[in-house]
């Protein structure tokens, strides 16, 4: 892994560290948040979404609950971001770099847990992104795909064009979706999962962060607690 180690904070359970790996040669160092419990099984290497850094609510819930669970993860920034450094809207960096910083952060997870089987994935863009890299190369000694509201189509929109390289994936795949994710239509993203190496979990009345009405008798934490109950028992069975 290439820059220098920051900050690292422990506590009883799960020890924090702030680290910093190249993304590429063209966009620099970036940023990078390893939360790895005492008793770590696994490791998930997890990509924010378009708007979004890692530091994002949303993914520091995750993080926090998977070190609960026994499952260590690797935050990291996309180039755009770490930039832009959470103060405003950057449009996300050209592909080519997006891909290389999901590989590199592969690569900077596996010299900062080297012990620990591998998984990634991401949140929304984050998660399709590790799909396109996965697609195109396999990604190396990891086990499987994550993914937190996969982002079929744009809003209003309903294709499935995003979702086409799906099939080059030789990884098993685990989708974690909402029935109101504006970003994918279930009836279109299950013909794709269907014949491929993948699970498709769904949350009831769940928007694409996963928050849920009132009316349906459920609040975000039960939600939460769920997606994350099932990643955790589907990476451990592939550990």
Same mark, same amino acid.
């Given at each position: 892994?290439?820059?220098t180690?920051?900050?690292k904070?422990?506590n009883?359970a799960?020890e924090?560290?702030?680290l910093?790996f190249v993304a590429s040669?063209?966009?620099g160092p970036v ?18 979404g378009?708007g ?5 609510a949303f993914?520091?819930r995750?993080?926090r ?7 260590a993860?690797?935050?990291?920034q ?8 959470g103060? !405003? ?8 770099v $997006?891909l290389?910083?999901?590989r &590199?952060?592969? *690569? +900077? ?5 080297p012990r620990?089987?591998?998984f ?6 984050g998660g399709r ?5 996965a697609?195109?190369e396999p990604l ?14 744009p809003?209003?929109?309903?294709a499935?064009e995003r979702?086409?390289h799906l099939?080059?994936?030789s990884?098993p795949?685990?989708f974690l979706? !909402?029935?109101r994710?504006?970003?994918c239509?279930?009836? $279109?993203l299950r013909p794709i999962? &269907?014949?491929? *190496? +993948? ?6 009345e ?6 849920v ?5 459920r609040?975000d934490d ?6 994350l109950?099932?990643a ?7 550990c």
């Amino acid at each position: 892994m290439s820059g220098t180690k920051g900050r690292k904070a422990k506590n009883e359970a799960v020890e924090t560290e702030e680290l910093r790996f190249v993304a590429s040669k063209s966009a620099g160092p970036v940023s990078a948040i390893l939360m790895r419990p005492a008793e770590a099984r696994s490791l998930l290497v997890l990509a924010h979404g378009a708007g979004a850094g890692m530091r994002h609510a949303f993914l520091e819930r995750v993080a926090r609950g998977f070190a609960d669970r026994g499952v260590a993860t690797f935050r990291y920034q996309f180039p755009y971001f770490e930039k832009d450094s959470g103060k !405003g809207w950057r449009r996300p960096d050209p592909r080519p770099v $997006l891909l290389a910083t999901v590989r &590199a952060a592969v *690569a +900077a997870a596996a010299q900062a847990a080297p012990r620990l089987p591998r998984f990634a994935g991401g949140k929304s863009m984050g998660g399709r992104m590790t799909s396109l890299a996965a697609a195109d190369e396999p990604l190396a000694d990891v086990r499987g795909l994550v993914f937190f509201g996969f982002p079929l189509h744009p809003a209003g929109r309903p294709a499935t064009e995003r979702g086409e390289h799906l099939a080059d994936v030789s990884l098993p795949m685990l989708f974690l979706q !909402g029935t109101r994710d504006k970003l994918c239509e279930l009836d $279109l993203l299950r013909p794709i999962v &269907a014949p491929l *190496a +993948a699970t498709l979990h769904v949350e009831e009345e769940a928007d694409h962060g996963f928050s849920v009405l009132k009316r349906s008798g459920r609040n975000d934490d039960d939600v939460m607690d769920a997606i994350l109950d099932t990643a955790t028992r589907w990476m451990d069975e592939r550990c």
